[in-house]
């Protein structure tokens, strides 16, 4: 809290109060409105947190591990009451949205049976010494509004776990589901080891420079990881970025283009492209790309677009105005430079804030569509003469979250150590587990999520170190 930069954000946030509005954004209009976090009352919170730490840290890890499957029954209870709300809050479709919900209450049940053991790593007639995993303290988490309940799980789930206390700040474009989340497990867990806070970016500075703060897990764009680390390096709190991605997929030479055209479109428009892991930029043979283009355009062309409540629609909204204007910007940007589009490119003229599947192709060098993350419903299809090149190319982006390679899987596993990336698939694309450690390279992110590698962000070593006296020796 030393930095000017802080002190300013500090300010900021004093000023803030009243609720916050929600909006649908398949109609474009506030449906409700959360109860905005003020800096004192996130103070209250953080403290309360920081008091239940001790408590919790000291309970057996088996209680733990039956306090989240009492989470994993909770959620499960809520699903579709949450999924509704989740919808109406981010525009997901409505069967999307109870996965999301059923697969956060999973990850409670998948994350109670990870181990924590101690270990001996020397036993020596003169000293035998042991590791443990400890837990930092309180953790801030902050979740994205694409996958605002089962992103948040990732972070909440390990780190109770381990024996921190978890203060969650959620989008301020999808609070509404994380407080119905917090109520729920409220509910199982003790009081002051989970809260939730809503608030802006600036309650989310404040919450990470907060000195009762030991760990920051943030999940969102490159310039808040950004932040966020600076913020949090004035304290030397540890921090898990999963930052944006701007995942390319590489079709090999040879490769039946229409065998995995629909696969990759639909790889590409997951959550209407609101996924950090998904298929972000498509490199393909110069001899081949126009006929992959032309198919995955037919794709797009058939889609179904609508409100998430809609049981038909495939695709929902952007989850805010101003990401349909980051999109359609972009997309208005390279065919204003000479792009050609397939399919879509403009957004839909009705309420909401939809943008159609879109393809495009012959981008101009230099193009954002190609080197930026768009996150929204648009794929380039961009050729490529050799592979050294598009290696290159792919190489070439800050961004270093997946990539992918389509075709001979041979070929493909040669070329796996290439990318500068944190998962490289074959013949798919963010296809992401729970037993499976994920995270970037570069500017996408430090550390990882998931699986034991996961629960292990979440503590630090302690070393145990006895030196053994000759009588004991003796005896031993």
Not at 49 to 78: I, M, T, Y
Not at 325 to 341: K, P, Q
Not at 435 to 460: C, I, K, M
Request: aromatic fraction near 6%; charge should be negative; charged fraction near 20%.
């Amino acid at each position: 809290m030393s930095s000017s930069v802080d002190q300013r954000v500090l300010r900021n946030a004093e000023q803030a109060a009243g609720p916050t509005p929600v909006e649908n954004p398949a109609l474009g209009e506030v449906f409700a409105e959360a109860p905005g976090c003020t800096p004192e009352q996130l103070d209250t919170v953080v403290d309360n947190a920081a008091r239940a730490f001790p408590g919790w840290a000291a309970v057996p890890l088996e209680e733990r591990r039956e306090r989240l499957r009492s989470c994993h029954r909770a959620l499960l209870a809520a699903v579709d009451p949450m999924a509704e709300l989740l919808t109406r809050e981010q525009g997901k479709p409505l069967k999307h949205a109870r996965a999301e919900v059923g697969l956060a209450a999973d990850w409670f049940a998948h994350t109670a049976r990870l181990e924590l053991a101690p270990e001996r790593i020397v036993d020596e007639p003169a000293a035998r010494v042991g590791l443990e995993r400890v837990p930092h303290g309180v953790v801030a988490a902050i979740a994205p509004s694409n996958y605002p309940i089962l992103l948040a799980v990732c972070k909440i789930a390990p780190a109770l776990l381990a024996g921190n206390t978890v203060v969650l700040k959620p989008s301020p474009d999808t609070p509404m589901s994380s407080l119905m989340m917090g109520r729920i497990l409220g509910k199982v867990l003790p009081a002051g080891t989970f809260a939730v806070v809503d608030g802006d970016v600036e309650l989310g500075a404040r919450l990470t420079v907060h000195p009762a703060v030991r760990m920051v897990s943030f999940t969102g764009s490159v310039a808040a990881g950004l932040a966020i680390a600076r913020q949090a390096a004035t304290d030397l709190k540890r921090v898990v970025l999963e930052l944006g991605g701007n995942d390319p997929a590489v079709v090999l030479p040879g490769t039946d283009v229409r065998s995995v055209a629909q696969e990759l479109f639909t790889r590409s428009m997951t959550n209407s492209g609101q996924f950090c892991a998904a298929v972000k930029r498509v490199y393909a043979p110069r001899a081949q790309y126009r006929r992959l283009a032309a198919a995955m355009a037919e794709s797009a062309k058939a889609a179904v677009v609508g409100d998430g409540l809609d049981p038909a629609t495939e695709y929902g909204p952007l989850v805010s105005r101003a990401q349909l204007e980051r999109v359609a910007g972009m997309v208005d940007e390279a065919v204003g430079a000479g792009a050609e589009l397939l399919a879509g490119g403009r957004a839909l003229d009705r309420p909401g804030h939809f943008y159609p599947p879109t393809v495009v192709t012959d981008l101009p060098s230099g193009s954002r569509l190609e080197e930026e993350e768009q996150f929204g419903p648009v794929v380039p299809v961009i050729p490529y003469d050799d592979l050294e090149q598009v290696i290159a190319r792919v190489n070439a982006s800050p961004y270093g979250l997946g990539c992918s390679f389509w075709g001979d899987e041979d070929r493909a596993r040669e070329l796996a150590g290439r990318p500068q990336c944190g998962t490289v698939w074959i013949n798919t694309h963010g296809d992401l587990r729970h037993d499976v450690p994920f995270g970037g390279h570069r500017h996408s992110g430090t550390g990882v999520e998931y699986g034991a590698w996961g629960l292990n962000e979440y503590t630090q070593l302690k070393v145990h170190h006895i030196a053994l006296r000759q009588a004991d020796r003796e005896m031993s």
